[in-house]
């Protein structure tokens, strides 16, 4: 599946009845939220329970979702911002991560 693949099949489970503020606040409140859930399935840890993959991959996807409801209210292309990322990456980090590069680095 590709990124605009994706963003078009999460689209149809967007809430077509909100504005197009009320879907930027969803989007926002949605990714901090659904990043959050990531974050407690790894809090749980300290508790002593086992890291459960499937249901951080879950989460994940959640994230996902809420990127792609994000980048369609901002009329973004999931797929353009991923590429334009690695392209960063790739001048910040032309061998791969390098730590020095981390630690020295302008930021863009």
Same mark, same amino acid.
């Given at each position: 599946?590709?990124?605009?693949?994706?963003?078009?099949?999460?689209?149809?489970?967007?809430?077509?009845?909100?504005?197009?503020?009320?879907? /930027? !606040?969803?989007?926002?409140?949605?990714? +901090?939220? *659904?990043?959050? =859930?990531?974050?407690?399935?790894?809090?749980?840890?300290?508790?002593?329970?086992?890291?459960?993959?499937?249901?951080?991959?879950?989460?994940?996807?959640?994230?996902?979702?809420?990127?792609?409801?994000?980048?369609?209210? /901002? !009329?973004?292309?999931?797929?353009?911002? +991923?590429? *334009?990322?690695? =392209?960063?990456?790739?001048?910040?980090?032309?061998?791969?991560?390098?730590?020095?590069?981390?630690?020295?680095?302008?930021?863009?």
């Amino acid at each position: 599946m590709t990124f605009e693949e994706y963003q078009a099949d999460a689209r149809r489970t967007q809430n077509p009845d909100l504005s197009i503020n009320e879907t /930027l !606040e969803h989007a926002m409140w949605g990714l +901090a939220s *659904e990043c959050g =859930e990531v974050c407690g399935l790894f809090q749980k840890r300290l508790q002593g329970h086992a890291i459960d993959a499937d249901a951080v991959r879950k989460e994940i996807g959640d994230v996902l979702w809420m990127l792609a409801e994000l980048c369609d209210v /901002l !009329e973004m292309d999931l797929g353009q911002v +991923a590429e *334009e990322n690695i =392209e960063k990456l790739k001048r910040r980090y032309p061998n791969g991560f390098e730590a020095w590069r981390s630690v020295g680095r302008d930021e863009e």
